[in-house]
């Protein structure tokens, strides 16, 4: 169990994420609850994790799934009560397991108190908390888009300005240029860390310093001046993991946010990796393979500038983000092949690794028609390419590649009706293939993804050159092996994976001829053949 007393106890711990709404319902209400996690628990402890993500389960009209939220101090009564909560914390807490809130910082609901206050006039001291500026019904400020589509303003009659909003109409950005917000913010994180939370995930952080009038949404001049001073009132008063996500972060902004002296956050949550597979220029539904090469690098260069400067997240799949064994695995030939390279790859570098739910299990994407689906983003998307003329068939495939709702489908526990998931009728259908693909399988087979996963964070709190060892990508032009080191006094990692379909010659190098296997997914490998997605770690002490 970590010693979470310490100030950086993190640097060795793995985080599980879960989607509450879709990870365990005890009510038959349909919707997983807080009580559904503490009954799985144990669960999470016998996979060795250390901290949970909770997507948010604050009080929320849940326009955007929770991410739109009515009162922070208050739990959404779909996912149970303030108690709950409390006896989450101390069970998880039993269990050496910390619960990370998810935090939506950026935006609140446009039913939360404040922002009911600001829109009664512009004399309401409420007014300022969020960002208002003058235009006629008919003309808006000027033509900025929300990331969820349309105009990022909206008209209030009552007050004859418009309000701005990044994503849904009924998500009011929050004015952090006003002190007194920042104030609200600092006193619910302190009461929070009162209640016993072990960290934070700050949602969209690098869009809290927007300057609308320049066009200016992400990385705004006083976006560090903002985190620096947030991180000095609350989270530097105890020992706790932050998280920042922050999709236009590069690697000089990344070492801003997770600075070893702790001045903003712990570390970053970015996203270059993962918009690999996207047409250049294009946005996400715009699909293209994925550039093997490319990301091979990208990862190497993210290990090599933060060794020693800042901190990162390692992650592959999460609540927006479609199964990554379907994704750059194969979820047909190879699921449990592919599922386990791609952990390898992933949990042999450094940095926090994230499981998302179901991603011990190599759970898959759905595919569905689109009535079916329940995500705001993508049924946006959906009618807005209807009306441009883009043919059902193409709009379909970039939903079945990479619509979030692959993500939130029910947490796949047995072979039972819903998967186990509920007793009543889930808010979302379960994916189709939980007959095979379920919890209750995998902890009865000593071969599982699951007991695979479990031995690779074992490795992590067992070997100190997986959290604290420096990087050499090897093989950097290779079309289908991801190879690199791990070196830390006197102590080195040989990670290969083969991530394709098909048999690759590799001869190991000499001075790895005769290293310990720590974990492998297939036998083989040492002969120089490499079998389809078949991966190994290496370990040696230098003589």
Not at 509 to 522: G, H
């Amino acid at each position: 169990m970590l010693d979470k007393t310490k100030k950086d106890w993190w640097k060795s711990a793995v985080a599980y994420q879960i989607y509450p709404k879709s990870f365990q319902d005890t009510t038959g209400s349909g919707t997983g609850d807080l009580q559904g996690i503490i009954r799985r628990l144990d669960y999470l402890k016998t996979l060795g994790v250390d901290v949970l993500w909770l997507s948010p389960v604050f009080a929320s009209p849940q326009v955007d799934n929770g991410y739109d939220i009515s009162d922070y101090r208050a739990i959404d009564p779909m996912f149970g009560t303030l108690e709950d909560m409390r006896e989450l914390i101390a069970e998880g807490k039993k269990r050496g397991i910390g619960i990370m809130l998810d935090l939506v910082l950026n935006h609140s609901s446009n039913q939360h108190h404040w922002f009911l206050e600001a829109k009664k006039s512009k004399d309401n001291p409420y007014h300022d908390y969020y960002v208002w500026r003058d235009g006629t019904p008919d003309t808006p400020p000027n033509d900025m888009k929300a990331c969820f589509g349309g105009s990022a303003w909206e008209w209030v009659p009552e007050v004859g300005q418009y309000y701005f909003h990044q994503f849904a109409p009924e998500q009011p950005d929050l004015n952090w240029e006003n002190p007194a917000v920042r104030r609200e913010i600092y006193d619910m994180i302190l009461w929070w860390m009162e209640q016993g939370v072990e960290g934070f995930r700050l949602d969209v952080i690098d869009q809290i310093a927007k300057e609308p009038d320049k066009g200016i949404t992400g990385n705004g001049p006083r976006l560090h001046e903002f985190l620096r001073e947030l991180s000095a009132n609350t989270f530097q008063k105890g020992c706790l993991v932050t998280v920042g996500e922050a999709w236009g972060a590069d690697t000089e902004r990344a070492k801003l946010y997770s600075a070893p002296d702790g001045s903003e956050l712990s570390m970053v949550f970015q996203f270059e990796q993962m918009m690999l597979d996207q047409q250049k220029g294009k946005g996400k539904w715009d699909l293209a393979s994925l550039p093997f090469v490319e990301m091979k690098k990208s990862y190497a260069k993210w290990q090599k500038e933060l060794h020693g400067a800042g901190w990162n997240s390692l992650f592959l799949n999460n609540h927006d983000l479609p199964r990554i064994v379907s994704r750059w695995g194969d979820d047909t030939g190879y699921r449990e092949m592919s599922a386990k390279a791609l952990a390898t790859m992933l949990h042999g570098m450094q940095g926090m690794p994230y499981i998302y739910q179901g991603e011990e299990l190599g759970m898959t994407n759905v595919c569905w028609p689109i009535e079916k689906y329940r995500d705001l983003e993508t049924l946006n998307m959906y009618h807005e390419r209807k009306a441009q003329g883009v043919p059902e068939e193409e709009i379909m495939r970039s939903i079945h590649v990479k619509g979030r709702d692959n993500a939130r489908t029910p947490m796949q526990w047995d072979d039972s009706t819903h998967a186990g998931f509920t007793t009543g009728t889930p808010w979302i259908d379960v994916n189709e293939n939980y007959h095979s693909i379920h919890a209750k399988a995998a902890l009865e087979n000593p071969d599982s993804v699951f007991y695979y996963y479990q031995k690779l964070i074992a490795l992590r709190k067992q070997y100190p050159v997986f959290v604290f060892g420096d990087f050499r990508l090897l093989e950097e032009n290779h079309p289908q092996l991801f190879v690199y080191e791990r070196s830390f006094e006197g102590e080195k990692l040989l990670i290969v994976c083969n991530m394709s379909g098909q048999e690759v010659s590799y001869a190991l190098p000499q001075d790895w001829q005769d290293s310990e296997v720590l974990i492998a997914n297939a036998e083989g490998g040492l002969n120089g053949i490499f079998s389809p997605w078949q991966a190994m770690v290496l370990h040696k002490k230098n003589a």
